[in-house]
């Protein structure tokens, strides 16, 4: 890579959030640019170049004529990352896809509903081959600073495998179902240092299924706490409803 | 390379403008996809040989993403949770505006100290938003350069006293909400937590250090005061309003040129409807189009903005009725100030009356209607929900500010046509930009913006992505 790499950043359907964060890096934002070089970010700036080597991509891919615009980003740029849960797990896009096409396409557009392509919401890595995710609905703006650190000393960031209770324990939480809330914590990839749960909330499961979690033994615990299957597919499917099995 | 991308690549070479056919005949400008917005939207001009506008328009191309259909079957609780994702920058107002439209289905009514934090959320954003519009979005434009990072080098100080303003503008939101995007402490009945004595104190000493940082903002804007477009067209202006405050979390529906109509009746003020020649979707009240938004605010609530905040606009030149839209910005900027004086009244206000460790009030589900009104940085955001008897989405709306001001922006540039006619493309694209821009535009947020092209060769309704 080159001593100064060229960045860009890219969107699809999402709220533009995780490029917020970057924005709301304040003051490091410009200790991070003597290191890089931004040469597309459409939400901050106007003269845009297609030359470049690290492209940042938020938002999930919901209609065909995404495609071919995400293959030539993969085309063009040596590293794709996807940037926040539409990008990496499809994000809260994926909640339509459990609704007939042709029921959602009417409750939004009415009669104009046949004028509107679209198909089931689904993360980056299902069309093009991704090279580091950053998770996260929004992303954490302290890992974001990191994965570009490790970006520029040529390595990939893996965030942790553990689920978000490990963090959770660590921050000195209470556990959600011992007060009779129901959390996905339990089965959460981690990297977030529970910041939802130490918010007063529960975790919602905005950084996709970890790695190493037993859903057998996750959905023990909220048999053993009274939950019934229904309550469970209302949390599971906000976040975890790519693969559209819950 | 193949020669979709060498053509892709020609396009992006020649900043922003394609001229058309040639110098002798008709040409087209066009910005795709026009940067320093949120989400994505085009213009398009249509000049003759002379360089005389014939046309202008402003094209939505935002994917669309069915919000009001993914809310439906979900429990209550989960809501504002969803809806605060139309929107990364606006997910404070969403979520304030969805709880509200629940509590209004339930009847339930809140304390003192949750109105008083919500209050709060609503200040800390506006200045989140306003300062990202005002230093990041359009002060660009009037220094003549592409983005503000360039001004990391020409304009120092002014840039990095604003980051600190906007800095403290996202503690401040950390502080009240437990995040500045999409935040965590906000739900239907109260608070998830809420702030320390000692927070709120320390607060009030970056709010008054931000107080200091936004004269110097104010300053900086009174000295660009010739760089904004001289153009005025009254209009129609709605905004919540209220008699005892400058509203902007609760308040009847007001209008410049209509009756006041509780937020239930929403819907007989926004009247959506269709272009004949086309599928958009616009919105009109009295007349052609209105306007929403920090100067809709000001024209009707001027009057109740804090004594800093009316020092600020005296300075500006800012007098009400303002009807030149591009000083929607130069009203954001005023707001603020009456944000930041705002926020330190409430917080001594609730520091006085001894800050309560409250938990939610008990929600008690019951089926019904229920509609919340607020206004977001960008003007009024109405949602309204029915709720089945096990506390379950039936049907939602949302209307967005954005949709709302799309059909003025087209109104503005179709007055515009005369000013521009003569000048050049560069000069053109600048000024119809800048438009668009003072708006401070959220396509995500615009639920169900339905893009014109009038051009009977193509489909209605297209989706560019470029």
Redesign the interface.
Known sequence: MTAKPKIAFFDFAGCEGDQLQVANLEERLLDLVSHIDIVRFREIKTNKQDNYDIAFVEGSITRPEDEPRIREIRENAKIVVALGACATIGGINCLKNFINESEYKATVYGDHARWYSTYAARPLSAVIKVDMDIHGCPIDKNEFARAVKELLLGKIYTPPGYPVCVECKMAGNICRYEQGRLCLGIVTRAGCGACCVNEGSVCWGCRGIAPDANMDAAGQVMDEHGFTWLDAQDHLRLYFGCNNRL | MTRE?AK??KK?QS??TSPGTGTAGPKTLKVK?L?????HGNIIVELDAENRVRDCKWHVVE????????V?G??YQ?IH??VS?????C?IGHQLCSIQATEDAFGLNVSEQTLDLRKLALHAENLQSHL?HIG??VL?DLMGV????PL?ETHKEEL?NL??C??IS?EFSNLIC????????L?PGG???IPTSRELTDLQDKLRESLGRMDKIVELFVALGDKWPDFNRPTEYVALVSPSEYALYSGEIGSSKDINRPAQLYQQITNEYCVPQS?AKWAKNTGDSYLVGALARFNLNHKLLSPGARKAAARLGLKAPVHNPYFNTVAQLVECVHSAEDSLEIISRILDRGLKDEKPARIKVRAGKGVGAIEVPRGILIHSYEYSDEGRII?ADCVIPTNQNHGNIQMDMDAMRPMLSGLEPEAIELKLSMLVRGYDPCI?CS??L?DVTGAPKE???R?V?V
């Not at chain 2, 994702?85 to 920058?89: K, M, N, S, V």
């Open positions: 991308k892709e690549q992006e900043p922003q996809h940067t320093r917005v949120e989400g994917a669309p993403r069915f919000f009001e259909a993914m439906q979900r429990p989960d949770h969803i994702r139309i929107c990364g920058i997910s990202l990041y979005l660009p592409d983005s503000v990072l990391a990095v980051i600190g906007r800095r996202n437990g995040r500045t995007t999409h935040p965590q402490r739900i608070m998830e937590l599928t049907s995500s639920t169900h339905i489909n209605l309704v989706f992505r």
